[in-house]
DNA sequence: CTGGCGGTTCTTTTT
DNA sequence: GAACCGCCAG
């Protein structure tokens, strides 16, 4: 059989690594260098080449927008569905495990996965069950504290011992939680990993089966794998089968939520014979972009090393803009954008770029009084809005009464007179019986323990559930009618209409959309895993983002934190808010490994650039309320100054300068930051050597002639504010 | 039981 | 600056 179409339009790296043996891999994969169409060319290559059977394969992503771009890229290569192949993300075909070897796993047969909002609930719910101090131990930090556990591959009985009170209420929070969840049949994401990899390591037989069965195990952005991900993959990789790991040491950028960077770095060690390659040369961004690229992340000192490049010219520079606050930083993107837009460009072909969310908001403003059209990725997702789900909880309650969660959630909502005060009743007799909150309910209404105004109010809540049940159990109706039912019968619709404001017709068009989402669900019987379609379109639900924007297709300006745009590329891309405190984030300063994370975070974000990048940071601030005067990130000064260029847009209006323009640490070539250097010597970003503090850095100044005092972070004492006029500074 | 007021806290986010 | 939580009054 003719393989080489696979081959047709690859570079010769990229041809190395579709063709490469079949054995252990590891393809170093830089941004912009075809990663994705690698490793699916690799797949095509496997099945057709090596005559690899699509049942043999297994590709693991890590979200579903990826799997699902995957999958239908190999349709489009092969030309077929690749039949039998497992295509998912870590999570789903864990889960997807999980429900076929359920008992196998110790699971109830129809446990129910828990987002992060259920699973802070549960936790709360825990906690006050036990009369725990949620000021001293928040239940967001118990959270997080539990999720780490998972991700390193602990159970409560393996969190090692500690003397401080604090850990140790951890620790014993753990042990409730895990009690809870066992009880009521409920896995957080952690546990559908964690669980996932008992349920092959304590099963010998079951792992053989899997092992013999996957013969070649693809993973895409390896970087991102967090321990129990690494322990999953090799221990179902075994001896006998191998591996293709795509992934780029320098775009690990999750190393805040128990990514090891060590994974890809260490993959040599732990899988055999490992056959690496390097794919570098770039097909996105100009020369200038990635030369700015290389120069910054080489600042990085742990990396397996890399170097981009093109041949296809090297470009425009990079621009760089001071804002003088937020407002103007705003304005300016605004100019550019409306320059390019008449040139032509689509507004979905720009990006504006931050840190973090609350950053978005000055530039929307702006775009609206301008009236440009523009989405903001990320944001809520579509199944985690307040009102779908209560309306999915309402399912799951008719589904199953004895689920606590969905009840708690909905059994007041709308208010129908059930009050905290009968709920605690509730809650308390279910944990003294030690049965559900349901069967609480009913035992209340039989024994008359409560005033028959709350009695009443419960019992018209139960047979509204009981008839919700009889509902869904209706085989002909469909998913959609199912849940426009359910919505009907819990009047959440009037509910909502009620609410005052836009919000409330948002919740109600959402709503309108889970029913068209849910008749549009088709559940193919092939899925043996799940007894029925409600159920799978429940787990669906929770494991799915859901797209949250209906308006995917109108051309609009992008907006997005750095971390949403890892993966996507744009030819035009404004990085903002580039300055220290911000970017990096203040947070990063503390643990060392972290500023090399923000330094990734940097290198994701230029490398998104095709054409023409531009880096904007405002000189003062208004964030959180109050206003604060950051100085330019280091990124910016560890950009080759042969990339940049400094931009002025308007003829420089004259404002008072408390010290002269803190532009880079090394002199530009601006006419104006010389201009502006008339009596101050010191700059921000200068090193300072104080005669009782030692030596610092200056990162900060504020006040103007004999006021004029200078934060410096000194490298022995922290960081302190001086007086310029009295401070005996000496510049280094 | 509900609604309103004040005090507190604030990265990044997929599953 | 705003969103979220907890407390208090109706």
């Not at 075994?238 to 591996?243: D, K, L, T």
């Not at 060690?269 to 390659?277: A, D, G, L, S």
């Not at 809005?385 to 004895?402: Q, V």
């Not at 109600?508 to 379109?537: H, R, T, Y």
Request: with cysteine; charged share 25%; aromatic share 8%.
């Amino acid at each position: 059989m003719d393989v080489s179409f696979i081959l047709d339009d690859l570079n010769d790296k990229q041809r190395d690594a579709v063709a490469a043996p079949l054995q252990n891999t590891l393809i170093l994969a830089g941004a912009g260098s075809g990663k994705t169409r690698v490793l699916v060319h690799r797949i095509a290559w496997l099945m057709n080449a090596y005559e690899i059977s699509p049942y043999s394969l297994m590709a693991v992503t890590f979200t579903n927008k990826s799997a699902k771009e995957m999958q239908s890229r190999i349709e489009q290569l092969v030309g077929v569905p690749p039949q039998g192949m497992w295509v998912g993300t870590f999570h789903g075909l864990a889960h997807r495990l999980l429900r076929a070897h359920w008992r196998d796993a110790g699971l109830k047969e129809n446990f129910q996965i828990m987002d992060s909002d259920d699973q802070l609930r549960l936790v709360k719910r825990i906690m006050k069950a036990f009369n725990i101090d949620d000021t001293r131990w928040p239940p967001k930090q118990v959270c997080w504290f539990i999720n780490a556990q998972k991700d390193e591959g602990r159970r409560a009985a393996h969190v090692p011992d500690s003397h401080d009170p604090f850990s140790k209420g951890m620790k014993e929070l753990y042990f409730h939680y895990e009690e809870a969840t066992e009880q009521g049949g409920l896995l957080d994401f952690g546990e559908l990993l964690l669980r996932a990899h008992e349920l092959l390591l304590g099963n010998p037989p079951l792992l053989k089966h899997y092992q013999e069965r996957f013969k070649h195990v693809l993973v895409d952005e390896f970087q991102d794998t967090n321990s129990i991900q690494y322990a999953w993959l090799r221990i179902l990789v075994g001896q006998e089968g191998s591996i293709t790991a795509v992934g780029d040491d320098d775009q690990s950028i999750y190393g805040w939520r128990g990514a090891k960077i060590e994974n890809i770095h260490n993959f040599t060690k732990h899988f055999t014979e490992v056959n690496t390659i390097r794919l570098e040369q770039n097909y996105r961004s100009t020369g200038h972009i990635l030369k700015a690229a290389n120069g910054l992340i080489s600042n990085n000192e742990d990396r397996l090393g890399k170097e981009l490049w093109t041949d296809s010219g090297s470009g425009e520079p990079i621009s760089l803009y001071a804002g003088f606050n937020e407002q103007d930083e705003a304005r300016f993107i605004i100019e550019i954008i409306k320059k390019w837009r008449d040139k032509g460009t689509d507004l979905k072909e720009i990006a504006i770029l931050y840190r973090s969310n609350a950053q978005s908001r000055v530039v929307e403003e702006c775009l609206v009084r301008e009236q440009i059209a523009y989405r903001i990725y990320g944001g809520h997702r579509f199944y985690d809005r307040l009102e779908i789900k209560n309306a999915l909880a309402y399912a799951r309650l008719a589904l199953d009464p004895n689920d606590d969660g969905a009840m708690e959630r909905v059994i007041n909502v709308p208010p129908r007179g059930i009050g905290e005060r009968s709920i605690g009743t509730l809650r308390e007799i279910a944990r003294d019986q030690g049965f559900s909150m349901w069967k609480a309910a009913v035992t209340i209404i039989e024994q008359g323990l409560l005033p028959a105004r709350a009695s009443n109010a419960i019992r018209s809540f139960l047979s509204l559930i009981e008839g919700m049940s009889v509902c869904i159990q209706q085989p002909d109706l469909g998913l959609g009618d199912v849940f426009e039912q359910l919505i009907q019968e819990a009047g959440l619709i009037p509910f909502h209409e009620k609410e005052k404001g836009e919000k409330g017709e948002a919740r109600v068009e959402n709503l309108k959309e889970l029913v068209s989402a849910a008749s549009g669900f088709n559940w193919s019987s092939e899925d043996e895993e799940f007894s029925s379609p409600l159920m799978a379109f429940l787990d669906k639900a929770v494991l799915d983002a859901g797209e949250a924007q209906a308006d995917e297709y109108q051309d609009s300006i992008q907006l997005m934190t750095l971390h949403a745009a890892k993966g996507l590329e744009f030819p035009l891309v404004f990085l903002t808010g580039v300055e220290e405190n911000l970017f990096p984030s203040k947070m990063s300063f503390e643990e060392p490994g972290r500023i090399e994370e923000e330094r990734r975070l940097c290198y994701v974000g230029i490398t998104r650039a095709m054409e023409k990048l531009y880096i904007t940071y405002a000189e003062s601030r208004r964030l959180y309320g109050s206003e604060s005067f950051n100085s330019p990130s280091r990124f910016i000064s560890e950009i080759p100054t042969d990339c940049i260029e400094e931009v002025r847009l308007r003829s420089q209006v004259s404002r008072p300068v408390s010290m002269q323009r803190p532009a880079l640490n090394r002199p530009m070539n601006s006419s104006l930051s010389s201009l502006q250097q008339p009596t101050v010597s010191i700059n921000m970003g200068d090193k300072v050597k104080h005669p009782v503090f030692g030596e610092g850095l200056v990162i900060n100044s504020e006040g103007q002639g004999a006021q004029t005092r200078v934060q410096v972070n000194f490298d022995d004492e922290g960081s302190k504010w001086l007086v310029l006029a009295f401070a005996k500074l000496e510049v280094l």
